[in-house]
T-cell receptor, first 110, second 117 residues
Framework: QKEVEQDPGPLSVPEGAIVSLNCTYS??????FMWYRQYSRKGPELLMY????GNKEDGRFTAQVDKSSKYISLFIRDSQPSDSATYLC??????????FGKGNQVVVIP | EAGVAQSPRYKIIEKRQSVAFWCNPI?????LYWYQQILGQGPKLLIQ????????DSQLPKDRFSAERLKGVDSTLKIQPAKLEDSAVYLC???????????????FGPGTRLTVL
C-alpha cells in the first residue's frame, strides 16, 4: 500500500465552479498535511498546510484534514482560469521527508 | 528574495551517457533536497542534505546516482550511466530549518527536464 494515494485523474470544470480534491494516506505518523500547486514547467509551490486535524481557510481555498479517516481534502471556490494547474497533496511526520500524491491536473474553462 | 536556481533547464542525452545538474538554494537555507518527478507522478525524494552532510539518501540509486553539496551551499546531482527510466524532471528544493518546531517549508526550483534516448 502506497503511503499517499491521490486519484490522478484530470479534472475540467467551468469557471466559477467548486473544485474538490482529496487524498488518503496510511502512515499514522503524518502530522503536517500540505497542498502544493504546480504550474506547467514550474516547480511545486506550497498553497497551504494544516497541522493535525481540522480545517483551514485562505481566501477561496479550504483545506480539511480528518486524521481518524486518514483523509484530506482541498476545495477551491469560485474557480478561475488562473487556478488551472496540477495540485499535489503532500504529508510529513515533521522530519522534512515529504510523501507526495500523484497530483490532479485541474483545468478551469472560461 | 531570489528563489532556488537550477541549471540546465533541459537536457537530452543518450542512454549510458553521464549528466550533471546544478542547484543553488535560497541564501541562508540549511537544508537542500533533490527530487525526481516522473511524468504523471508526484516528486520522490532522492537525497536530503543539511548543511553539507547527508541526512537521507535511502531512495538514491547509488550505483548510478551521486550528489554532493560542497561548503553547504550549491549542490550537484550526477547520473552515470543514464538509463531510459531516468527520464524525468529533477527538482531541487531548499528549506531554512530553524529547529524551533513547526513546518520547515520547502521551496522548489523550476527543475531540470531530462530526456534519455
Amino acid at each position: 500500500q502506497k503511503e499517499v494515494e491521490q486519484d490522478p485523474g484530470p479534472l475540467s470544470v467551468p469557471e466559477g465552479a467548486i473544485v474538490s480534491l482529496n487524498c488518503t494516506y496510511s502512515n499514522s505518523a503524518f502530522q503536517y498535511f500540505m497542498w502544493y500547486r504546480q504550474y506547467s514547467r514550474k516547480g511545486p509551490e506550497l498553497l497551504m498546510y494544516t497541522y493535525s486535524s481540522g480545517n483551514k481557510e485562505d481566501g477561496r481555498f479550504t483545506a480539511q484534514v480528518d486524521k481518524s479517516s486518514k483523509y484530506i481534502s482541498l476545495f477551491i471556490r469560485d474557480s478561475q482560469p488562473s487556478d488551472s494547474a496540477t495540485y499535489l497533496c503532500a504529508m510529513t511526520p515533521g522530519n522534512n521527508r515529504l510523501a507526495f500524491g500523484k497530483g490532479n491536473q485541474v483545468v478551469v474553462i472560461p | 528574495e531570489a528563489g532556488v536556481a537550477q541549471s540546465p533547464r533541459y537536457k537530452i542525452i543518450e542512454k549510458r551517457q553521464s549528466v550533471a545538474f546544478w542547484c543553488n538554494p535560497i541564501s541562508g537555507h540549511a537544508t537542500l533536497y533533490w527530487y525526481q518527478q516522473i511524468l504523471g507522478q508526484g516528486p520522490k525524494l532522492l537525497i536530503q542534505f543539511q548543511n553539507n552532510g547527508v541526512v537521507d539518501d535511502s531512495q538514491l540509486p547509488k550505483d548510478r546516482f551521486s550528489a554532493e553539496r560542497l561548503k553547504g551551499v550549491d549542490s550537484t546531482l550526477k547520473i552515470q550511466p543514464a538509463k531510459l527510466e531516468d527520464s524525468a524532471v529533477y527538482l531541487c528544493a531548499s528549506s531554512l530549518t530553524r529547529g524551533t518546531g513547526g513546518l520547515d517549508e520547502q521551496f522548489f526550483g523550476p527543475g531540470t527536464r531530462l530526456t534519455v534516448l
